[in-house]
Nanobody
């Protein structure tokens, strides 16, 4: 099972990026997904999550209204649309998937069974 994240890059303040995370090795239709980020010298933090059925989403307070998580089950892919980017959004963004942990644990790393390698997002001021 592998999760491959992509879509990161360098963008100016106020710009947009769309991150993708594609799963291979099995069908992830019934998995919950999450995005986390880690900036240099800081702990990994929760960014967004989408439930197994896609009916529920959750966001970290600082990204609410700017970021949108979505999923395309046919493509085994989850997306993170990031708008109005700020320098403080600069980090490595990691995707994760869960089958056994449940929605209640979505905010922590322990809530996920599989992790991707991360993609760098840099927002210049």
């Amino acid at each position: 099972v592998q999760l491959q994240a992509s879509g990161g890059g360098l963008v100016q303040t106020g710009g947009s990026l769309r991150l993708s995370c594609t799963a291979s090795g099995r069908t992830f239709n019934s998995y919950g997904w999450g995005w986390f980020r880690q900036a240099p010298g800081r702990e990994r933090e929760f960014v967004a999550a989408i439930s197994r059925g896609g009916g529920s989403t959750d966001y970290e307070d600082s990204v609410k209204g700017r970021f949108t998580i979505s999923r395309d089950n046919a493509k085994n892919t989850v997306y993170l649309q990031m708008n109005s980017l700020k320098p403080e959004d600069t980090a490595v963004y990691l995707c994760a998937a869960e089958k056994t942990r449940g929605w209640a644990r979505r905010l922590t790393g322990q809530g996920y069974d599989y992790w991707g390698q991360g993609t760098q997002v840099t927002v210049s001021s």
